[in-house]
């Protein structure tokens, strides 16, 4: 079994942790989802996969989460892809495979696609759930008129969560999340081919929304896996079975294609 070190990198003024199991390219990059870190189920499962069949895996806590500095409602979208830019650029080399839950799955495209301008596109995507563009989207239309007046006149309201704890939302984080939108008028390109996986019961993300990235993702080469009795999560292990899959074959894929 291949080692796993942790990592520290500075990003704005505080720290964060990158773990880097090693092993061949190409490489996998997890980006977990909203408030969620590199400790996961999935996140985990897949730092696992990698670790038994030789494959790097790259996991990185944004700030604000996991083991990371930072404090969570002081930061907005733009630092999380940072974090996830800074962690790729260190640590991932040509043809990186982008694994992205939820948030991930946005954090994933946005990054895919400014690669895909470079000129080195991600060698493919595996998307679990993809909130894109959540924030304008998903969030902000389905919150309570209360709760909307009070981030307009206070800047934050705590927000009730079916995962645990109420956790803060600030005003900074919708304004900071339109700098960001990808259902725009122009298509989605990523030069690179995607798998998602959706769940039909997710209540979180619909799969409509999934349904409308695939027809934005024209130019690109997409595979929809629709699990009908499947959650936001997808953590229920027959979903962890289905990711590792989808991830096992990318990676298959794309060391074929690599020259």
């Not at 604000?64 to 930072?70: I, N, Y």
């Amino acid at each position: 079994m291949a080692e796993t070190r942790t990592e520290r990198l500075s990003s704005g003024d505080t720290e964060i942790v990158v773990a880097v199991t090693e092993g061949r390219a190409p490489g996998i990059m997890w980006l977990s989802g909203f408030r969620s870190d590199m400790t996961g189920d999935k996140a985990v499962t897949v730092a696992e996969w990698g670790a038994a069949h030789g494959q790097q895996v790259v996991r990185v806590d944004y700030r604000g989460h996991g083991a990371s500095g930072g404090v969570f409602e002081e930061l907005v979208l733009s630092d999380w892809l940072a974090d996830a830019t800074l962690a790729y650029e260190t640590f991932c080399g040509a043809g990186t495979i982008l694994v992205g839950s939820s948030m991930g799955g946005w954090l994933s495209l946005c990054l895919a696609t400014r690669l895909y301008q470079e000129g080195t596109p991600a060698g493919g995507l595996v998307l679990i759930a993809p909130a894109t563009d959540f924030t304008e989207r998903l969030m902000w239309p389905r919150l309570p008129d209360t709760i909307k007046q009070t981030i307009l006149r206070e800047g934050k309201a705590l927000l009730p969560s079916p995962y645990g704890d109420p956790y803060p939302i600030t005003k900074a984080l919708f304004e900071d999340g339109r700098n960001h939108l990808l259902f725009g008028d122009a298509p989605i390109a990523t030069g690179c081919p995607i798998h998602i996986l959706q769940g039909v019961q997710d209540e979180d993300v619909p799969h409509t929304h999934a349904l409308e990235l695939v027809e934005r993702l024209a130019q690109d080469d997409v595979v929809l896996t629709l699990v009908k009795d499947g959650d936001h999560r997808l953590s229920r292990p027959q979903d962890i079975a289905r990711l590792i899959a989808a991830v096992d074959g990318m990676a298959a894929h794309v060391a074929q294609a690599t020259p």
